[in-house]
């Protein structure tokens, strides 16, 4: 930790943050670029032109930024600063088709903001009300958020060595570093991308509609939680379809590192046991409070 406390002393170079920042801007174009296709699925032409205008400007930006020669070594302060840059540059990416399709600017922001940081705050008092190419796009930005864009975009740019284990938290993902960085981005990805598949199978064994089915999965597995209905895990209406989209939020909620590690068959390290038993304990006292102060507020009514 004091490594990267002495690298934040060093000057950040605009020449480079302006080159990796290009390379940001079109990882983010192609994560825009599927909620237009949703757009165009679904017949909303007006709102899929200003995803294509978006997807066009940071393609664009990102090709000419991309070209600047530099080939040397990002800095730890600099790749923070990416880091910091990517959760401004992908939300603020939505807020003119998030606009277009009924939200005021300033609602726009705060949802997207939202999105992306998975905090699953909403400004629509109607979700059903608007259309299914935003609630799609806000169940889409909360995924790609979950996963982190950290992990989309600078552990896919960066190479191999001080400054990428320098970004790690910890020291297990420091020594999963260094098999490659793009690597254990690939790795993440995947892990990622087949526990929302598992999740979306899950709610379809059990009747969910398939549209209805990704969504949530989308939402649940970021932890996010914009639901695509108003009553939230209420609309899918049975005990059993509600436990298991909270399997899928708990399976979520823990390290993506935690089921790589499982999968390579690699031992889980005491912090990773430490991590699990932890949110399984919260979960299970946070949710026996919520369900104690349901019931005495039940029967406060009923008296």
Known sequence: MSGQAEALRYAVRFRVLTKFLGQL????????????????????????????????????????????????RIQ???????????????PMAAVIPFMLAGMSAVD???????????IGLTMLSDVQAVSPSLIFARAWMQWYGGLGIVVFSLVLI????????????????????????KAFASRA?????????????????????????????????????????????????SWPVQSVLMLICLVGSLPILFYIRLW?????????????TGILVSAIIIGAIMVLDHALNRSGAVS
Not at 77 to 86: G, K
Not at 164 to 177: K, P
Not at 196 to 205: A, K, N, Q, R
Not at 264 to 276: E, F, L, M, S
């Open 25 to 72: 801007c079109l990882i983010i174009a192609v994560l825009t670029s599927v909620p237009m296709i949703v757009c165009l699925l679904y017949g909303d032409y007006r709102t899929a032109a200003a995803y294509l205008v978006v997807v066009g400007v940071l393609a664009g930006g990102g090709l000419i930024a991309g070209r600047l020669g530099w080939n040397g």
């Open 264 to 276: 390579r068959r690699v031992p889980v390290t005491r912090q990773h046991i430490g991590q699990a």
């Open 108 to 118: 726009a922001v705060f949802e997207t903001i939202s999105g992306v940081t998975t």
């Open 76 to 90: 730890t302060n600099e790749a923070v600063v990416l880091a910091a840059t990517s959760f401004l540059v992908a």
């Open 158 to 181: 960066l190479r191999p060595g001080t400054v990428a284990r320098d970004m790690a938290d910890t020291e297990d993902i420091q020594d999963d570093l260094l098999g490659g960085v």
């Open 189 to 237: 990805l995947a892990a990622y991308v087949v526990m929302t598949v598992v999740g979306t199978i899950l709610l379809l064994s059990f009747g969910v509609n398939p549209i209805t089915a990704v969504l949530y999965a989308l939402a649940a597995i970021s932890t996010g939680g914009f639901a695509p209905q108003d009553n939230s895990a209420a609309a899918l209406g």
